[in-house]
């Protein structure tokens, strides 16, 4: 390869790796930002993934009520 062929190939990587940086900046920075549709896509991501921890949080609240009346028993 010539020296200037090289420079060229470099420059080119360089383009193509700045422009998909900022389609990818652009793109995150409008799904942070959000319309409607985003904000309920979020919210119910939230809530799917909150759920498995609501029913453990249900059976430790049961546990710690069995634990006090226990403790209140002695």
């Known amino acids: 390869m010539d020296t200037?062929?090289?420079l060229l190939v470099v420059l080119i990587l360089l383009g193509i790796i700045i422009v998909a940086n900022g389609?990818?900046?652009l793109?995150?920075?409008g799904f942070a930002r959000g319309d409607k549709t985003t904000q309920k896509f979020l919210d119910r991501s939230q809530t799917a993934l909150?759920?498995?921890?609501?029913?453990?949080?249900?059976?430790?609240?049961?546990?710690?009520?069995?634990?006090?009346?226990?403790a209140e028993k002695k």
Do not use: C, I, W, Y
């Open 50 to 70: 909150g759920q498995p921890f609501q029913k453990e949080n249900k059976s430790l609240e049961e546990l710690r009520k069995r634990v006090e009346d226990l």
């Open 23 to 25: 389609f990818t900046f």
């Open 27 to 29: 793109a995150v920075r």
């Open 4 to 6: 200037g062929n090289g």
